[in-house]
């Protein structure tokens, strides 16, 4: 059977990535997507020239190697990535399901099978941040796992290289719209917060909050309006929209009550996810990179003609 005639259905998560520079109390320049995604295409051609044993990670925890196999930059911001793990000290008895014949412990303690997990990474016009369309692979790693990888690669770059900055990648969960539907359900709305980063909050009372002992993130708590019942849906779907198209509000979290009692949301637990038909390799049954790309980028286009 040809990968083209075997199919599989997998699932994927949506993120943002950032990635943030530091730089000097002296340096005056100021934040351009150009050298992010100048600097960013650097590491992955920086990573990719590396041998395989000097590119992998040993994640000791759980017992996996971790490495950037290939990538596509299609410019602008736009990357095809995937990368590739191995769990070791998992040997058992094999046997065929078949015949039921044991045919014995054949793998070392240091082998291990290669998992593909796809990364496809793209960046809208305007945007400060990436959009990320994970595939979720049980057998793979995780977004947070190539998040610490990169990070891990970066210093490395940095170390390397003539680079004056610094580069640090992190990611947020992109919310699905099962956000707004459960405030739909709503009865009541007695609270709204917003987590946004102190930079963002143009203010003469924030000189108070630049202290390296205050966090980053500050959360503003908005009042019901008097005499009713609920927070105006428009308002929640305007802080919404402003959270999928800026990097300035990180988390929308809501509490009331709806039939069930009380309820509290947030949209970093209503994550964004969809499942996508896709090729199979006719051996390994796993994804066939060149479909899954294909099929994410058809996804990401219609996603964003609905808006």
Known sequence: MSSSEQKKTVPIYFYYLAISKQKDSSDDSVYDIKQIIDAFSKLLAYIAAKSLTNRRKNITSSEKVVWLDSYTDLKDGNYNVIFKSAK???VRNEIDTETMQELGTRKRQQDGDEEKTHL?????????????????????????????????????????????????????????????????????????????????????????ANRN????????????????????DNLIKAYYDDMQSNNRIKKISVRGTNAAGQFEIDTDLMKMKHYLSVNAESVTNEVNSEDF???????????????
């Not at 990648?169 to 719209?177: N, Y």
């Not at 002992?213 to 105006?232: H, N, Q, T, Y």
């Open 88 to 90: 070791y000290n998992h």
């Open 293 to 307: 790309f294909t099929k994410a980028q058809g996804f990401i286009d219609e996603t964003r003609n609905k808006k």
């Open 213 to 232: 002992d205050i966090d980053d993130e500050v959360e503003i708590w908005l009042k019901r309006p008097k005499g009713a019942k609920k927070f105006p």
């Open 120 to 208: 496809c990474v793209r960046l809208a016009k305007g945007q400060n941040r990436f959009l990320a369309v994970h595939e979720s692979n049980h057998y793979g790693i995780s977004i947070n796992c190539i998040v610490d990888y990169l990070n891990t690669q970066f210093v490395r770059y940095n170390e390397d290289t003539d680079d004056k900055y610094h580069y640090t990648l992190s990611h947020e969960i992109m919310p699905g719209d099962d956000f707004l539907d459960s405030l739909k359900k709503a009865r009541t709305t007695s609270a709204l917060k917003l987590t946004v980063s102190k930079e963002d909050i143009r203010d003469d009372f924030m000189q108070f």
